[in-house]
Structure formats: C-alpha cells, structure tokens
C-alpha cells in the first residue's frame, strides 16, 4: 500500500494547470484531433491550422471555419455557424487533451480520443483548405 502511495506521489498531476495559448498551439499546430464525450468516443473532429485557424465538424461531415483565441485563461472558439464564442480549459494528459467547456463547466468534457496529421474531408469549396 504504500509502494502505490509514493507511485502516485510521483506520477504527475493532472491538473497542472490549463494550457494557455503558446502552449495549445504547439500541441495542435497542424494536427486534426478526434474528441469524445463520455459514452461517444466520437463526438467530433477539429483540424487547426496556421494562424489560429481551425475547421470544426460534428460526425456528420458538415464542416465549419473559426478562430480561436486566448481570453480570461481560457481557449475560445468563434465558428461561421455561431458567432457566441466557446471557451474550454485544455489541460495537456498523459492521454492526450482533456477540455472542460467553460461556458458551463459543469455540463461538458470532452477528450482527446485520436490525433492525426491528415486534414478534414469537407464537401464546398471554402472549407477545411
């Protein structure tokens, strides 16, 4: 029991404390990363790209342009389809990212399921380019 005790002594914390913004985008910068929620490991899927751009989709292929932006601690996302920002807390796990939606904490996580290089499939002709 107390071998465990000092493992997780030193195993690192979880909450180190949420990315801030050089540190999101040197994790993200040229990745598309697959997110899940509990119970649904595929919940959507995000390319970012150079200038704090990103396209976001929902499973269901439709595509959508945004920014994202550092405010207040938290990384926030302005999409085409919502002009209302959303803003999450990264945190950098040994299992990849885990974000909590800030604009009710309580009610959404979302987790890093996948991590590819390979950009999003995006039907018309201004999106995920």
Do not use: H
């Amino acid at each position: 029991m107390r071998s465990l005790f000092l493992m997780l002594l030193a195993t690192p914390a979880l909450a180190d404390g949420p990315m801030d913004a050089a540190a999101f985008d040197a994790y993200t910068q040229g990745k598309t990363l697959t997110f899940g929620v509990a119970g649904n490991p595929a919940y959507g899927v995000e390319q970012y790209q150079p200038n704090q751009r990103v396209v976001w989709s929902f499973q269901d292929g439709d595509c959508s342009n945004g920014v994202w932006y550092e405010s207040k601690g938290s990384i926030c996302f302005r999409y085409d389809f919502d002009p209302e920002p959303k803003c999450w807390k990264f945190y950098d796990e040994p299992s990849g990212l885990r974000a909590v939606f800030m604009n009710r904490p309580d009610t959404s996580v979302l987790y890093e399921a996948q991590d590819s290089s390979e950009p999003l499939i995006c039907p018309g002709p201004d999106l995920g380019v």
